[in-house]
């Protein structure tokens, strides 16, 4: 795992932003830090501090956007160079294997209920728990220079927080350097949401249509998205660097069918952010 997720997992600075920033988390979760992009010598941890903002959607699949904080922790080269724990907002990533080419770490997301949204309908969906989503990464990079990746990895996760469901997220993941201050990055992915966690994502029943206004609605299993993202990292210094970061969700069938997209949202979502990072 190497250049820019930092730059787009995002939580809040107060209690309301904290909830906005990790709505927009849905849009981010391919994106890898900058701070495994460097080429170091140094011995011993190495840790990256970053803060920024992204333009996302009010949640996932909303057609209102709004600006959340961005924030970055991440130890790094702690007993071998691609290994790495890194908190990103409300996102978990590691790798804890001491190889050049596998990665095995713990994950996780926190992604919260629809009680802070904007839209007043999508608001009134009382029966959408928070999820705790906690699993483990698995992957290969094809390359094992420090700066260059081409990767396949896979999230699996279940909802530990409340038990309703899990994903599973196959992600191809590419960076390279242009030069020795900047960095490029891509990644495609997919989530497949079980029939409980999209249920809990996009379901509505009797009673929250009648509170709503929205038409009852039942989410099977299936496809949810596809995501593409792109990054740019440039390093000013040893210690400073500015991530920049785009993301294009496409919500797909069982997602894109639920009222709170079809009706009130759009089954398109982008995200477009800028984070500042100090490694020390």
């Known amino acids: 795992m190497r250049l820019v997720h930092a730059a787009l997992t995002v939580a809040g600075l107060t209690v309301g932003s904290a909830t906005n920033s990790a709505r927009a988390v849905d849009l981010v979760t391919d994106l ?16 990256t501090f970053g803060l920024g903002v992204a333009f996302a959607p009010d949640y996932e699949g909303s057609n209102d956007y709004t600006a959340v904080p ?9 007993y071998h160079p691609d290994t790495f724990v890194q908190v990103l907002g409300p996102t978990l990533r590691s790798n804890l294997l001491p190889s050049d080419h596998w990665r095995l770490g713990v994950s996780g997301r926190y992604q919260p209920d629809y009680d802070n949204v904007d839209n007043s309908r999508v608001q009134d969906l009382k029966g959408t728990d928070a999820a705790g ?20 990895e896979l999230d699996a996760q279940y909802d530990a927080l409340e038990g309703n469901g899990g994903v599973l997220t196959p992600r191809l993941r590419w960076q390279a350097p242009l ?15 079980s029939e409980d966690y999209m249920g ?3 379901s509505i029943n009797a009673d929250e249509s009648s509170r709503s206004g929205l038409d009852e609605y039942d989410a099977d299993s299936g496809v949810k998205n596809g995501l593409v993202t792109g990054t740019v990292n440039y390093r000013f210094t040893e210690a400073w660097s500015l991530t920049g970061i785009v993301a294009y ?3 797909f069938s069982e997602a894109s ?14 995200l477009g952010g800028l984070l500042v990072n100090y490694s020390f």
């Not at 961005?70 to 702690?78: E, K, P, T, V």
């Not at 989503?133 to 396949?152: H, K, M, S």
Request: glycine share 8%; no cysteine; net charge negative.
């Open 32 to 47: 890898d830090t900058p701070e495994q992009a460097e080429t170091t010598t140094r011995a011993g941890p190495v840790y």
């Open 133 to 152: 989503l906690l699993g483990f990464t698995v992957g290969y990079d094809f390359f094992a220079e420090r700066a260059q990746d081409l990767a396949l």
């Open 179 to 193: 030069s020795q201050q900047m960095v490029v990055g891509a990644a495609i992915s997919t989530t497949w949401g």
């Open 70 to 78: 961005l924030w970055n922790l991440r130890a790094s080269n702690l």
């Open 257 to 270: 069918d639920s009222p709170i997209v079809d009706d009130e949202g759009d089954e398109n979502q982008f």
């Open 200 to 202: 809990n994502r996009f």
């Open 249 to 251: 969700s496409r919500l």
